[in-house]
């Protein structure tokens, strides 16, 4: 993901949180209510990493779970 995308998502503190620790090599935990933002923001991680030129293993517990990720899953 470029910088470009980042500001056109207009991500919320947290979730910048979250992302920077990503890109910092952390294993993060990205947990809240319905509707905060979670899967956005997975689905972008996943966009970066891929054009950080690696390879990305998703899983869901449910097929209803992944449906969530259509263009993943
Ligand atoms: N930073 C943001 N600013 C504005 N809208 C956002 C932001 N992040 C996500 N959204 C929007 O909020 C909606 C819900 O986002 P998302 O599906 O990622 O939430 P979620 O936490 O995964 O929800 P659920 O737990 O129900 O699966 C989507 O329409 C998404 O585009």
Redesign the pocket.
């Known amino acids: 993901m470029d910088a470009a995308m980042e500001q056109q998502?207009?991500?919320?503190a947290i979730?910048n949180l979250a992302l920077s620790m990503v890109k910092a090599g952390h294993s993060v935990y990205i947990g809240?209510?319905?509707?905060?933002?979670?899967?956005?923001?997975?689905?972008h991680i996943m966009q970066w990493v891929e054009n950080e030129g690696k390879s990305v293993a998703f899983t869901c517990t449910t097929g209803v779970?992944c449906s969530?990720f259509s263009p993943v899953c």
């Open positions: 998502l207009n991500y919320t979730q809240g209510q319905a509707g905060c933002g979670k899967s956005t923001l997975v689905t779970a969530n």
